[in-house]
T-cell receptor, first 114, second 115 residues
Framework: DAGVTQSPTHLIKTRGQQVTLRCSPK?????VSWYQQALGQGPQFIFQ???????QRGNFPDRFSGHQFPNYSSELNVNALLLGDSALYLC?????????????FGSGTRLTVV | AQSVTQPDIHITVSEGASLELRCNYS??????LFWYVQSPGQGLQLLLK????DTLVQGIKGFEAEFKRSQSSFNLRKPSVHWSDAAEYFC?????????????WGLGTSLAVNP
């Protein structure tokens, strides 16, 4: 049973560019959450998608947007990249109907903005 | 606002020694509490969680945690540390009951294990 798959694993972008990160949830899961983890910090919640809609959003600017597809996979898009966007981006999947916070995390995408 | 504090940024213990990692939370109601471990290049793995009931929670890899409401704490313990336990440990709180909403995380404690 595959867990959460994120791609790419590493990415280097230039300031001002746009980036798309991808996440395939664990089989059987229908909800995808995205977190940003800066170096030496804990993860910060970006947003959560369920039924192709943004269900909850953290304190991130509109430059951060997302999408969920009918197969439950998800994308995180960041526009006008800033140096401060350099971080590990984690995707977590879960099953909404089970209110047990049974998150499965991917290994993340390491984004470096230069 | 809800917050999680992990007072120890870095801890070093000898293999076989006992371990306690501290976590304090700020939250009005009884929160859902979690401990996760993150090894280099790996995602976050759930060690244990507390929702209600018995305040001593057993987790995977021999870890346990105790919820103390009076101290707003949820400390992680292990009686005998193994070299493979070296990793980053995060305490997290869910501010909403149920429905798998967002988690609020501490800054983490980096654990080093001396042979």
């Amino acid at each position: 049973d595959a867990g959460v798959t994120q791609s790419p694993t590493h990415l280097i972008k230039t300031r001002g560019q746009q980036v798309t990160l991808r996440c395939s949830p664990k089989s059987g899961h229908d909800t995808v959450s995205w977190y940003q983890q800066a170096l030496g910090q804990g993860p910060q919640f970006i947003f959560q998608y369920y039924e192709e809609e943004e269900r909850q959003r953290g304190n991130f600017p509109d430059r951060f947007s997302g999408h969920q597809f009918p197969n439950y996979s998800s994308e995180l898009n960041v526009n006008a990249l800033l140096l401060g966007d350099s971080a590990l981006y984690l995707c977590a999947s879960s099953l909404l109907g089970r209110s047990n916070y049974g998150y499965t995390f991917g290994s993340g995408t390491r984004l470096t903005v230069v | 606002a809800q917050s999680v504090t992990q007072p120890d940024i870095h801890i070093t213990v000898s293999e076989g020694a006992s371990l306690e990692l501290r976590c304090n939370y700020s939250y009005g109601a009884t929160p859902y509490l979690f401990w996760y471990v993150q090894s280099p290049g790996q995602g976050l793995q759930l060690l244990l969680k507390y929702f209600s009931g018995d305040t001593l929670v057993q987790g995977i890899k021999g870890f346990e945690a105790e919820f103390k409401r009076s101290q707003s704490s949820f400390n992680l313990r292990k009686p005998s540390v193994h070299w493979s336990d070296a990793a980053e440990y995060f305490c997290a709180v869910a501010p909403y009951a149920g429905n798998n909403r967002k988690l609020i995380w501490g800054l983490g404690t980096s654990l080093a294990v001396n042979p």
